[in-house]
């Protein structure tokens, strides 16, 4: 029997055992011990069931993620780059310094960050980069498909950069990520809460004429109690008429009232966050209901004090009120997580096994929105690599 894994989570330690302890199989005995000369690769299907601790199958099983916005995900050291090399200052000029610039004391922090270091991406060829190194980290976590959230305005208005230039560098980015990497992107086009009406006609406008290269919906993100999305209504009926879905950021920093109004003014297919639906009935079981999907992001969540900590996080009662729910980074990099890192947390923080893991993650592959054909291509994808992986297949857990 192999020893558990230490990782720490919340400021405790936890210990996540082996997979055979987990579910109680014996450790085969004839097994190779996995070293350089014994890849894992080489390795019998059951005994990688015997060597695999769950951290190891977290890791190693294929992801999706619908919630990750591409701004947020930028590598600390090329941020200090652009900034130095676009002659942006930041309030941070070290790794360290912009560690401590990522504690965030409220949401109106955070979105002030987010607005300098948006500043920093300042040139078309800047919004590749940043690109094409977010697709290497998704590929290097075995995330097989991304659904990236891209604040098109900010770019706009802060460098009066073209949407068409910007949309062809996501799109050269895309077809390299698809290619070299193997790993596929759809994005996001989102409206900043605090625009102006007109401004978010606009943006939606931008989305609509880009469906079918790459944009597959119409986000709505920032500061949510002060911004409901009513004065976009229009926005939103001419996304729906045009057949765009609209996965706006609700219930995260706002109560069950911003989740109504998505549903009702936005048409949500799914929502941005949603954990604190929990604290209307009648709105967890429209939501059940529906099976409206949820993307949900822990560790964001207790970084811009949605939650207190891990251990307080709703996720196991989403899932026990029969919720669809889906796990996702949000901005990785601000947060100092990545997917990965999430599933690690609450495997460990919830007592999460296998089993629960990988019907996670294959809630994000049929919540996606990827069209029908591109869906069952990708699910057969899925469930052909966990077969590889362990030896059986999941069709999702909520
Ligand atoms: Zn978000």
Request: charged letters at 20%; aromatic letters at 6%.
């Given at each position: 029997?192999?020893?558990g894994l230490?990782?720490?989570?919340?400021?405790?330690?936890?210990v996540i055992m082996p997979l055979?302890t987990l579910?109680?199989?014996?450790?085969?005995?004839?097994?190779?011990?996995?070293?350089?000369?014994?890849?894992?690769?080489?390795?019998?299907?059951?005994?990688?069931?015997?060597?695999?601790t769950l951290?190891?199958?977290?890791?190693?099983?294929?992801?999706?993620?619908?919630?990750?916005?591409?701004?947020?995900?930028?590598?600390?050291?090329?941020?200090?780059?652009?900034?130095?090399?676009?002659?942006?200052?930041?309030?941070?000029?070290?790794?360290?310094?912009?560690?401590?610039?990522?504690?965030?004391?409220?949401?109106?922090?955070?979105?002030?960050?987010?607005?300098?270091?948006?500043?920093?991406?300042?040139?078309?060829?800047?919004?590749?980069?940043?690109?094409?190194?977010?697709?290497?980290?998704?590929?290097?976590?075995?995330?097989?498909?991304?659904?990236?959230?891209?604040?098109?305005?900010?770019?706009?208005?802060?460098?009066?950069?073209?949407?068409?230039?910007?949309?062809?560098?996501?799109?050269?980015?895309?077809?390299?990520?698809?290619?070299?990497?193997?790993?596929?992107?759809?994005?996001?086009?989102?409206?900043?809460?605090?625009?102006?009406?007109?401004?978010?006609?606009?943006?939606?406008?931008?989305?609509?004429?880009?469906?079918?290269?790459?944009?597959?919906?119409?986000?709505?993100?920032?500061?949510?109690?002060?911004?409901?999305?009513?004065?976009?209504?229009?926005?939103?009926?001419?996304?729906?008429?045009?057949?765009?879905?609209?996965?706006?950021?609700?219930?995260?920093?706002?109560?069950?009232?911003?989740?109504?109004?998505?549903?009702?003014?936005?048409?949500?297919?799914?929502?941005?966050?949603?954990?604190?639906?929990?604290?209307?009935?009648?709105?967890?079981?429209?939501?059940?209901?529906?099976?409206?999907?949820?993307?949900?992001?822990?560790?964001?969540?207790?970084?811009?004090?949605?939650?207190?900590?891990?251990?307080?996080?709703?996720?196991?009662?989403?899932?026990?009120?029969?919720?669809?729910?889906?796990?996702?980074?949000?901005?990785?990099?601000?947060?100092?997580?990545?997917?990965?890192?999430?599933?690690?947390?609450?495997?460990?923080?919830?007592?999460?096994?296998?089993?629960?893991?990988?019907?996670?993650?294959?809630?994000?592959?049929?919540?996606?929105?990827?069209?029908?054909?591109?869906?069952?291509?990708?699910?057969?994808?899925?469930?052909?690599?966990?077969?590889?992986?362990?030896?059986?297949?999941?069709?999702?857990?909520?």
């Amino acid at each position: 029997m192999g020893r558990g894994l230490l990782i720490r989570v919340g400021g405790r330690v936890a210990v996540i055992m082996p997979l055979s302890t987990l579910s109680g199989r014996a450790h085969a005995p004839q097994c190779e011990t996995v070293s350089p000369q014994v890849g894992w690769d080489s390795l019998s299907a059951s005994c990688r069931m015997a060597h695999m601790t769950l951290a190891d199958f977290a890791r190693r099983m294929p992801k999706a993620e619908l919630h990750v916005h591409l701004e947020g995900a930028v590598r600390p050291e090329t941020l200090l780059q652009l900034s130095r090399r676009n002659n942006i200052p930041l309030p941070a000029t070290t790794l360290e310094e912009l560690q401590s610039w990522y504690r965030f004391t409220d949401f109106a922090n955070f979105v002030d960050v987010y607005l300098t270091l948006s500043e920093c991406i300042h040139t078309i060829e800047d919004i590749e980069l940043i690109a094409r190194e977010f697709l290497k980290g998704q590929a290097a976590q075995n995330i097989l498909y991304s659904e990236v959230t891209y604040t098109a305005y900010t770019h706009y208005i802060q460098k009066g950069l073209v949407f068409e230039e910007q949309l062809a560098a996501l799109n050269r980015a895309r077809a390299w990520g698809e290619e070299a990497l193997g790993t596929q992107m759809r994005l996001i086009i989102d409206i900043p809460r605090e625009v102006p009406a007109d401004e978010g006609r606009m943006t939606t406008e931008w989305a609509i004429g880009a469906m079918g290269d790459g944009v597959v919906g119409l986000g709505l993100g920032g500061p949510e109690g002060e911004h409901p999305p009513e004065k976009f209504a229009e926005a939103f009926v001419m996304a729906q008429q045009a057949g765009l879905p609209c996965v706006p950021h609700a219930g995260e920093t706002a109560g069950p009232n911003s989740i109504w109004s998505a549903l009702r003014t936005c048409s949500a297919v799914r929502i941005g966050h949603g954990v604190r639906c929990l604290e209307d009935p009648a709105l967890v079981e429209e939501l059940r209901e529906r099976q409206i999907p949820l993307e949900v992001c822990p560790t964001s969540n207790v970084c811009l004090g949605v939650v207190a900590d891990l251990e307080s996080h709703p996720l196991p009662q989403l899932i026990a009120e029969g919720l669809r729910v889906t796990i996702n980074s949000d901005d990785p990099t601000l947060f100092d997580t990545t997917l990965t890192d999430e599933y690690l947390k609450i495997a460990a923080g919830f007592g999460f096994d296998r089993q629960d893991l990988q019907g996670l993650v294959m809630n994000a592959v049929h919540a996606s929105l990827l069209d029908p054909g591109e869906k069952a291509t990708m699910i057969e994808s899925f469930e052909s690599q966990l077969v590889t992986i362990h030896g059986t297949s999941s069709s999702g857990m909520a």
